[in-house]
């Protein structure tokens, strides 16, 4: 067996538990405080969020009246669980309290009275871009993390004798955007305190959020749509009694999500994202296949126009007139030469003009690799070929330099092409794309792709593989679009994997359910290709 088929066939065991999509969750409730005032509401909430997500297919870990070990080992042990490619649900309800800057969660052991530094070092930070609860799950590759923080009620810490009080006595801070691929909701907005109960007569087992934000939840709702209908609610019910509070979230998820495979949308809502990143494949396509694919998947509305609009153009030869005119007598038509090796001592990547990427065409090796259901360990393999080149930008354009991958599995009669583009809608909360469109010729046996993982960069020697950063949107059947992660930390991960590892992995669920994985070899040839489209990409 070629070596690189080897190596390829254990890295697909070891992505077969992200392609079941695991749903986990960990649910933490604390009422039984030892030395600040107990809550009343905080572990019923706790209960009924365990209900609905073991209802909707999770395996959660629920744990109630934690101290601050126990809890940060809680934590430990949900964030080692979870696989790249899961859907990971975290759930606190709890005192906590905000430095103005960060916000932390309480264990039941918490002192009555401490400065802000002592406590800074005895509760656990939310996310503080280091070591934060939502730091470290985000760090596992989870495709889509969720956070419920019910944690905004008044400060419960006395300061120090002679000291001056708290930098936020109610609440909790407002929160730096997570990355892409989370979606945080907070029961109350910054410097709001959340309320248990509407009045003393108010008699519901559940706090007022809770008891709102469930069913919206359990109606598989997009978690966009069921927040939002959530504030509405909750905002009427505490004004009428004379009170404030209205629900806080943070959206970085491409697309429409929930807590299940398939969201109910609920009469007419705003555009949600999976309309703007059908906006941004519109914008990116060149080709009429994809744009007649977006044109035959899309429903009627003023996205499949401008599908349509493009197509037509596309085929009138008019393409670039639809977005840039001016750039019409100044474009550099994409023309395809063979790359040859850069000769010992010649000009390096960074001596390149910015935004002039010279068009390449090298070729490498593919694979499809599918399971087998005797043999799981040893999958079906297909070989092909697979071809990289470099679309050259117009002058002045570097965003538009794009890298595509052509590859041919004749066995299976099948044809994918992927593109890598520096992201330029800025709707989209992703520094670069990459979009992957998968065909079948009639009598494949294959009949389509139902779903795909973000993209994994694996090396050979060892065979290891790295989960690129960044949130994948399913476009319609066999066509998806992977959204790479922009924050500073995230891109340079991404960068590193990409320019250095030598194989792009796509992990895949087949329309059969079966699973799958593409391999395209870069090679040492393509990887000039993107070393000198990054380069490219940073030109001012």
């Known amino acids: 067996m070629h070596r690189w088929i080897a190596g390829t066939m254990v890295c697909l065991a070891w992505v077969l538990p992200a392609l079941a999509e695991n749903r986990v969750a960990l649910v933490i409730g604390e009422d039984e405080y030892q030395n600040v005032e107990p809550l009343k509401k905080a572990v019923a909430d706790a209960n009924a969020y365990t209900d609905l997500l073991a209802a ?27 696989e790249p490619g899961d859907i990971a649900v975290f759930v606190y309800s709890g005192h906590g309290w905000s430095d103005g800057a960060i ?38 590759g989870a495709q889509l993390r969720v956070a419920i923080v019910d944690a905004c009620r008044d ?78 609610e909750v905002v009427s019910l505490t004004s009428a009694a004379n009170r404030a509070q209205k629900p806080a979230y943070y959206d970085e998820v491409v697309g429409a999500a929930c807590l299940t495979k398939e969201c109910k949308v609920q009469g007419a809502i705003a555009p949600s994202h999976s309309d ?120 002045g354009q570097p965003a538009t330099i794009a890298v595509k991958a052509e590859a041919d599995i004749p066995e299976l009669k099948m044809h994918a092409v992927m593109t890598l583009r520096k992201n330029t809608d800025l709707s989209l909360p ?7 469109r998968v065909t079948f010729a009639d009598g494949a046996e294959i009949k389509g792709i139902k779903d795909m993982r973000v993209p994994m960069m694996r090396r050979d020697d060892p065979p290891s593989q790295d989960a690129l950063s960044g949130v994948r949107v399913k476009i319609s059947d066999s066509y998806f679009l992977v959204g790479l992660n922009r924050s500073d930390a995230e891109l340079a991960h ?31 040839a393509a990887d000039r290709l993107f070393a000198d489209a990054f380069l490219a990409w940073k030109a001012p």
């Open 276 to 395: 703007q990143a059908l906006a941004a494949m519109i914008e990116h396509a060149t080709t009429a296949e994809a744009l007649k694919a977006l044109v035959s998947d899309m429903p009627e509305g003023e996205l499949r126009d401008r599908a349509r609009a493009k197509l037509e153009a596309l085929r009138n030869g008019q393409a670039a007139s639809l977005e840039k005119p001016e750039a019409m007598s100044t474009a550099v038509a994409p023309t395809i030469v063979t790359a040859a090796p850069t000769p010992a001592g010649s000009a390096s990547v960074a001596t390149l003009e910015p935004g002039l990427v010279p068009a390449h065409r090298v070729q490498g090796r593919a694979a499809m690799l599918v399971a087998v259901s005797s043999n799981p360990q040893k999958p079906a393999v297909s070989l092909g070929s697979v071809v990289w080149s470099t679309i050259p930008a117009a002058p």
């Open 56 to 82: 909707k297919g999770f395996q959660v870990r629920s744990r109630r009246d934690l101290t601050y070990k126990q809890m940060n080992a809680e934590i430990a042990a949900f964030v080692a669980s979870i």
């Open 494 to 524: 991404n960068v590193d994997l990409i320019v250095n590892r030598g194989w792009f992995d796509f992990p895949m669920l087949l329309n059969d359910d079966r699973i799958a994985k593409l391999t395209l070899e870069k090679g040492s």
């Open 155 to 232: 400060n419960p810490f006395a300061p120090p004798t002679g000291t001056k009080g708290f930098s936020y006595g109610r609440g909790l801070a407002p929160m730096a955007p997570p990355p892409a691929g989370t979606f945080v909701v907070f029961s109350a907005s910054a410097g709001e305190s959340a309320l248990d109960r509407l009045s003393d007569a108010d008699a519901s087992p559940n706090s007022v959020f809770t008891r709102v934000f469930l069913p919206h939840l359990a109606a598989d709702m997009t978690l966009l749509d069921a927040t939002k209908a959530t504030q509405a």
């Open 103 to 140: 916000n932390y969660l309480v264990g039941v052991d918490a002192p009555r009275s401490a400065s802000e530094d002592e406590l800074a070092g005895i509760t656990l930070p939310l996310k503080n871009g280091v070591n934060g609860v939502l730091d470290r799950i985000e760090r596992k």
């Open 430 to 436: 992703a520094s670069h794309t990459i979009d992957l």
